[in-house]
């Protein structure tokens, strides 16, 4: 059966609140993610499977970066380089010409680094975002190789940590429960600041005795802004007069190396919108500093950078980098200053700092990867991306002869050729979701911001987009392959579409305010479409194929049982009655085409459930948490064996190669791997549901 697919849901915010974002899960329900999913491993542990264990193939791209947080480089070895991105660390011994991920990070969302600067091979690792991929501050005490966890008590969610330049025992952490001082080098952890979300913390340079922490109150659509300053060494912190931002997401702070009096804090909330403040008194007290321009600072994804020879040099980079020479005012885009035949980064910045060894080199972090300039003025760039496969892939779609189509996190569409880790870019943008033609696949199609297109670039279809939801359903219909289905405030039906000059287009639902999240074509009848909405409700028609069908309701959400953002409505490919639909907090089924259901897997959010292709009930389901298998219909569950990347790294798509028995999974910071399971693999029942 040729799979649908619906949106994988993003867990961060991927640009600008009225193009990108990442609304799909509410704010309130983001604190729980983790703790759903840690539930779901505990309900459903691994089982021994044959042939899963070590089996998992990687299949690119070797060449293309996603989201990275961080950059830390080493004074005494110029060519090693540590980053930090959403499902681990990497390493790059020549300079980031080539990178290898560090295994004992797998998973983690990896938000900062510190070295120790009297012992060098000591090295702290932040990590976790409001609760995706925590698991608090890591230590590693021989340079990188190994780590080990630290008792960071309350929260797990950390987004920085910081080493003093005077004592190394001296350890401050910044996290979504305040901030943490330890005296004792991370093994014992006291709160110094008892609130504050997305805390930032930075020593003075070389002077230990003083910390500026930057954070904001705890709150849905943020909340107001703080800058607090310690004298002692983070022992006791004292609030910063004259920042007043009543809804800021995040605040980020920086110390100038060469006038350590002068400190920057740039506030920045969900309208995208931000504020640079100034203190030239150590950060006791600041001043708004004016001609700061709209560049698009937003959630976490943004950086302030002071040059270390001139505190009258700053960086702010947002969606887009700029620069002042004055103190703070006067900004200028900084991509306005590149030569003629100069690159620029990718945007969406979350991290720029610059090289101990040269006065105008630079790094930035950001969506797509890290980028090295040698004269940050000129604005040539250069990726540094082999290896670093850090790619966050919402979508794939994969051929019979093993070509494959990616929509990914900002950097848009890639076509990978079969035999090749490489993938062939087309271009940036967040692709939501993607698929071949069925009968050609030197033919696909993909949909970005509320728009089909096919790969040529040719607009197709306009199922419209709500800036608050982030997430377009394509579904081509097994029973008749000449259509394509596609959804958000409106669902889209396109006809011929093995003739690209003649597609025709229509809207077989008008919007009436809800977001449609999923969607599922029967195999069997070309008529029959289900499509599941954000609000929860789930409906069909069994008129796909005329111009304007009547629609039903077959389920509506209740608090026992919730199809809230589902993200999969899968068809029993024997039986069109059975139906699955994976969402927010599981997986829903019905035996009797809607007129009854009930829950069969839980509570942690599914991105996809596939079944295998010659074996019925043998199903699939990808998670936050990694792979979810069962072998009878959903009545046991385990989770698959096998190394953690990819089997317990963020799952965001699944599909069987037509004509085999390889399962591909698209990671949502890793790239895509792919999973050989013959008929023949033994299969041993964990747990019933």
């Not at 380089?81 to 020549?94: I, K, Q, T, V």
């Not at 109150?217 to 002692?232: F, L, R, T, Y």
Request: some cysteine.
């Amino acid at each position: 059966m040729r799979r649908s697919i619906a949106l994988p849901t993003a867990l961060l915010l991927c640009a600008c609140a009225s193009q990108h974002g990442d609304s799909t899960i509410a704010a309130q329900d983001r604190s729980d993610l983790a703790a759903r999913a840690a539930e779901a491993l505990r309900r459903y542990p691994v089982a021994s499977v044959d042939a899963l264990s070590q089996s998992w193939t990687f299949r690119g791209p070797q060449n293309l970066s996603g989201i990275t947080y961080c950059l830390l480089t080493d004074p005494a070895n110029p060519s090693l380089y540590f980053s930090g991105s959403a499902e681990g660390l990497w390493r790059s011994d020549d300079a980031g010409a080539n990178w290898y991920a560090v295994s004992d990070l797998d998973g983690l969302q990896v938000m900062s680094l510190a070295r120790d600067s009297h012992q060098h091979d000591v090295i702290y690792a932040a990590t976790g975002f409001e609760g995706k991929g925590a698991g608090g501050v890591y230590k590693s005490s021989d340079g990188g190789l190994n780590w080990r966890k630290l008792s960071l008590p309350v929260s797990p969610t950390t987004r920085s940590v910081a080493v003093s330049p005077d004592d190394s025992k001296i350890v401050i952490a910044g996290t979504s429960s305040g901030v943490f001082r330890s005296t004792d080098a991370g093994e014992n952890w006291t709160p110094v600041i008892a609130a504050g979300v997305n805390a930032m913390v930075v020593f003075g340079p070389n002077d230990g005795s003083r910390v500026i922490a930057g954070f904001r109150d705890e709150g849905a659509n943020g909340g107001p802004a703080h800058v607090m300053v310690s004298s002692d060494g983070g022992a006791t912190f004292r609030e910063a007069s004259g920042i007043a931002d009543p809804s800021a997401y995040s605040v980020v702070v920086a110390v100038a190396p060469s006038m350590p009096q002068r400190v920057y804090a740039a506030s920045v909330g969900l309208s995208v919108t931000e504020t640079l403040w100034r203190s030239d008194d150590g950060g006791q007290s600041f001043r708004k500093m004016t001609g700061f321009p709209n560049i698009m600072g937003y959630h976490i994804r943004n950086s302030l950078f002071v040059l270390p020879t001139n505190p009258d040099t700053v960086i702010f980079a947002g969606i887009k980098a700029s620069i002042s020479t004055t103190g703070g005012s006067g900004f200028v885009d900084l991509s306005t200053t590149r030569t003629a035949s100069g690159e620029w980064p990718h945007t969406d910045y979350l991290f720029v700092v610059g090289d101990p060894a040269s006065a105008k080199r630079l790094f930035a972090c950001t969506d797509g990867g890290v980028f090295a300039t040698d004269d940050f003025l000129t604005g040539i760039w250069r990726p540094l991306a082999r290896g670093h496969s850090s790619t966050q892939y919402y979508s794939i779609d994969v051929s019979a002869r093993g070509r494959m189509v990616g929509g990914m996190q900002d950097t848009g569409v890639s076509i990978t050729e079969p035999g090749t880790l490489d993938t062939k870019h087309l271009h940036d943008a967040d692709t939501t979701a993607v698929i071949f033609d069925p009968k050609d696949d030197s033919r696909c199609f993909y949909v970005e911001f509320g728009r089909i297109r096919s790969c040529d670039g040719r607009d197709l279809g306009d199922v419209s987009l709500r800036s608050s939801r982030w997430g377009n359903p394509v579904a081509v219909s097994p029973a008749d392959p000449t259509r394509v289905f596609v959804a958000s405030l409106n669902v889209v039906r396109l006809d011929q579409i093995q003739d690209l000059n003649n597609i025709t287009s229509t809207t077989i639902r008008q919007s009436d305010g809800q977001h449609f999240w999923a969607m599922g074509a029967d195999p069997l009848n070309a008529n029959i479409l289900w499509i599941g909405s954000d609000e929860g409700a789930i409906y069909q028609t069994t008129g796909a194929t005329s111009s304007m069908p009547a629609w039903a309701t077959v389920f509506t959400s209740t608090p026992e049982l919730s199809a809230a953002l589902p993200t999969t409505i899968y068809f029993d490919r024997h039986d069109s009655r059975r139906v699955y639909v994976a969402a927010d907090r599981g997986i829903l089924e019905t035996s009797d085409g809607g007129a009854t259901w009930r829950s069969i897997f839980g509570p942690a959010r599914v991105e996809r459930i596939v079944e295998h292709p010659l074996k019925h009930g043998w199903l699939y389901a990808g998670t936050q948490v990694g792979l979810f298998i069962s072998d009878d219909e959903g009545e046991h569950w385990s989770a698959a064996s096998g190394p953690v990347v990819p089997a317990r790294v963020d799952i965001r798509d699944l599909v069987f190669q037509p004509g085999t028995t390889t399962l591909y999974a698209a990671t949502y910071g890793r790239g895509v791997w792919s999973l050989d399971i013959p008929v023949s693999t033994a299969r041993r029942r964990a747990v019933r549901r």
